[in-house]
């Protein structure tokens, strides 16, 4: 677990430095998934078999993204969900990651059932000064529900 240099070679023998940055692999513990109303469920799979309470994220790098892949099924009412993270360990973890989906903010009905992504980035101006080796977080799922509106 150091730094990499990587190298770009042009032509035969001429090496050319492309970038030499802080490359180490940081380990990611679970991430709790909490929700936030009764009226929806997170699957790990689109079998639905197995209900969603945590994320594994493994070893990721700097200037990468990983994606971890989820099925939610709305049970109740019209929703549109949001979400957040918290608890974030150790809390500069925060500043160089960063954790998105691709919900689109779509209202869901009862019954309907969507295969979302969650993807974690961690920014290439992580540095080994910053002394972050492994991170945690509370990942949080709002259902906004709202019986009177309509599917689009």
Same mark, same amino acid.
């Given at each position: 677990?150091?730094m990499?240099?990587?190298l770009?070679?042009i032509?035969?023998g001429?090496? !050319?430095?492309?970038? %030499?940055?802080?490359?180490?692999?940081?380990?990611?513990?679970?991430?709790?998934?909490?929700?936030?109303?009764?009226?929806?469920?997170?699957?790990?799979? &689109?079998?639905?078999n197995?209900?969603? /309470? %945590?994320?594994e994220?493994g070893? $990721?790098s700097?200037?990468?993204t990983?994606s971890r892949?989820?099925?939610?099924?709305?049970?109740?009412?019209?929703?549109? *969900?949001? !979400?957040?993270?918290? &608890?974030?360990?150790p809390p500069?973890?925060?500043n160089? #990651?960063? #954790?998105?989906?691709?919900? /689109?903010?779509?209202?869901?009905?009862?019954g309907?059932v !969507?295969?979302?992504? *969650?993807?974690?980035?961690?920014?290439?101006? !992580?540095?080994? /000064?910053?002394? $972050?080796t492994?991170?945690?977080?509370? $990942?949080?799922?709002?259902?906004?529900? /709202?019986?009177? &509106?309509?599917?689009?």
């Open positions: 677990m150091g990499a240099v990587c770009l070679v032509g035969i001429v090496p !050319l430095v492309r970038y %030499s940055m802080y490359r180490r692999s940081m380990v990611g513990q679970t991430s709790p998934v909490e929700q936030e109303g009764m009226e929806f469920i997170l699957f790990t799979t &689109e079998e639905m197995e209900t969603l /309470d %945590s994320i994220w070893n $990721i700097v200037g990468e990983v892949p989820f099925t939610l099924q709305v049970i109740e009412n019209n929703s549109t *969900f949001s !979400l957040y993270t918290s &608890e974030w360990q500069e973890a925060e160089y #990651l960063t #954790l998105t989906w691709d919900y /689109d903010n779509k209202t869901l009905m009862q309907d !969507l295969s979302v992504n *969650f993807f974690l980035s961690v920014s290439s101006t !992580l540095t080994e /000064d910053s002394g $972050i492994d991170f945690s977080f509370t $990942i949080t799922i709002v259902c906004n529900s /709202d019986s009177t &509106e309509q599917k689009d």
